[in-house]
């Protein structure tokens, strides 16, 4: 088993990080409206942590975004390359999701993150840092709410309300499955809020969370176990 190494010059602390981030923060494009739903590949992208081995497996999973058929699959197991750090989380694991990433052979599309885009203290999360780094269009679709304020949208799917930092709308909480508690998206970078919910919808027909989201997840867990096993 190959383990992803942290990378030469990668900040190691706190001030060097936020260094980093606010200078990728200046290339983030947010006004493009992006890749329509239901076309092209979408790409899921999840990490497992086993902070007593200080290990981080990452898998990035291609569906089809017509038929939301899984094309392509693959993972990455590395050090995990910074401390836990709110708002600084992209820091641990984005070596080993770029390894991932760099094990496809299909054409990645939109990558979704199981996280935010500028849903964020400083308006630059995992989904916008990934997609600032590879130059593709991204979003981040987060299972739990972070550094904002939000209404209760409407009870049925497709309802939504603003997420709101600091009187900005840095995203939308929506309804992917009736009488079901919210998502929350937001932009990445290279898509506009309306094609990222539009997204969040269309790969979520039977279930609160993307199917991006559901398949990614289950293949990092797989692939941190068998890491643990030594295999």
């Not at 983030?28 to 992208?45: H, I, K, R």
């Not at 939504?160 to 079901?180: H, N, P, Q, Y």
């Not at 932009?187 to 969040?200: E, I, K, P, W």
Request: hydrophobic residues 40%; proline residues 6%; glycine residues 10%.
């Amino acid at each position: 088993m190959t383990i992803i190494e942290i990378p030469e010059g990668w900040p190691a602390d706190e001030d060097a990080a936020r260094a980093v981030q606010e200078e990728l923060r200046r290339r983030l494009v947010t006004d493009e409206e992006g890749p329509e739903a239901g076309t092209g590949n979408v790409t899921g992208l999840d990490v497992a942590y086993d902070d007593e081995r200080d290990l981080v497996a990452a898998a990035a999973v291609v569906l089809d975004g017509r038929t939301l058929e899984v094309v392509e699959e693959a993972t990455a197991v590395g050090r995990v390359s910074f401390p836990y750090v709110p708002g600084l989380l992209a820091f641990r694991e984005i070596p080993t999701v770029l390894a991932a990433l760099g094990g496809l052979t299909a054409d990645p599309g939109l990558l979704v993150c199981d996280g935010y885009g500028i849903a964020h203290p400083r308006r630059f999360g995992l989904a916008s840092h990934l997609g600032v780094l590879t130059g593709r269009p991204s979003i981040g679709v987060a299972k739990n709410p972070f550094t904002f304020t939000y209404e209760e949208p409407g009870a049925a799917r497709g309802e939504f309300a603003a997420l709101v930092a600091e009187g900005e709308t840095v995203g939308r909480a929506v309804r992917t499955r009736a009488g079901v508690k919210p998502v929350f998206v937001s932009v990445g970078h290279r898509v506009s809020l309306d094609r990222a919910c539009a997204h969040t919808l269309r790969l979520t027909p039977r279930f609160r969370l993307p199917e991006t989201t559901r398949h990614a997840d289950a293949l990092c867990r797989r692939a941190l176990a068998r890491a643990l096993a030594g295999e």
